[in-house]
Every structure is written in C-alpha cells, then in structure tokens.
C-alpha cells in the first residue's frame, strides 16, 4: 500500500509541473494529499492543476502578494486551520514577519477582533516554528 501511495503522489507531482503547477509544500497543511484523495480525489487534483497550476501562475500578481491576500482572506474568515499553511507559504514567497502581523492587525478592524487573535495564535507558532529552524 505504502508504494501504490507513493507512485500515487510521484504522478500527482508530474502532472502538477506538467500543468505547470508549483509543487505544493504539503509539510503545513491541515489534511495531506492523500487524504483528500481518499475521500475527493478530483479535489486534489483540482487543487494541483487549478488552483496551484493556474491561479497561482496568473500574471497580474507576485507570489508574495497572492500569499499575503490568501493570508488575509483566511483570517478575516476566520479559517484558522489553513492558516498554518498558507502563512509559512507566504513567507517562503517573501513576507516578513512584520508584514504578516501588520496583516492580522489590520484586519483586526475590518474582519473582527476575534478572528484576528485566532489569527494570532497560529502565527505564533508559526513565528516561532520558523526561528527555531533558522538557528538549526
């Protein structure tokens, strides 16, 4: 099972930079590839081609800025579980740290306290997470 796993990804991977996809980090995401496919497999493949081949490979904006709107479209609807993700991403794309706290504070006003201190604990962690590696 263990092997039919992983020529089942290795596909996903080819048909992903086929489809001119970035290859997705799945290390921070919430539910991995696998168990979306075991339940939605169109999904993941969507997610691959669609969402990661072609959204994130439109022109009319940088990788940091989709990273950073993902960011903020998370926390103001309260999606904290995805955030994880999205936010190492956007910070693999080049927001710093700061822009990723301006981003939650901002918000704060416009999306709800709540949301942005939800925001907050996870990019806690993931602040610290990141540093922790940075001096390995």
Known sequence: MKHVLTILAEAIAMSASSTGA????????????????????ALERYTQERLYGQVWNRPGLDRRDRSLITVAALTAAGQTAQITFHLNRAMDNGLTQEQAAEVITHLAYHAGW???????????????????????
């Not at 925001?119 to 390995?136: D, G, H, N, P």
């Open 22 to 41: 970035e290859p997705a980090n799945v290390e921070y995401r919430s539910v991995s590839p696998e168990q979306i496919r075991s339940v939605a497999p």
């Open 114 to 136: 709540t949301n942005a201190m939800s925001a907050l604990a996870v990019a806690r962690e993931v602040f610290a997470k990141r540093k922790q590696a940075s001096s390995e």
